[in-house]
Nanobody, 115 residues
């Protein structure tokens, strides 16, 4: 059974940092590009970042470039998203996914950026 379980979401002040994790099971993690997506209240699902199978290639939405870092540990079957200099616009539920459309994704973890 395929499972993706995100964690690490929290309430954080503007300018703060969080690190999200996503533990996967049920498929060969190392064989897939992996994605972080997010959905802000009242908005559509949005692609945030992706990483190649080896971790050697990464891509970022312009809105997070320079602030977020995606990484993975294939031995631990875990995907990460380090988020720095957070702003209220980053408030959203964050999902890890096996595809960019989010057809196969976890239940998400809530990040709230507010003073």
């Amino acid at each position: 059974q395929v499972q993706l379980v995100e964690s690490g979401g929290d309430l954080v002040q503007p300018g703060g940092s969080l690190k999200l994790s996503c533990v996967v099971s049920g498929f060969t993690f190392a064989s897939y590009w992996m994605y972080w997506l997010r959905q802000a209240p009242g908005k559509d699902l949005e692609w945030v970042s992706d990483v190649s199978q080896s971790g050697g290639t990464t891509d970022y939405n312009d809105s997070v470039k320079g602030r977020f870092t995606i990484s993975r540990d294939n031995a631990r079957e875990t995907l990460y998203l380090q988020m720095n200099n957070l702003t209220p616009d980053d408030t959203a539920t964050y999902y890890c996914a096996r595809d960019q459309q989010g057809k196969l994704r976890g239940k998400g973890t809530l990040v709230t950026v507010s003073s």
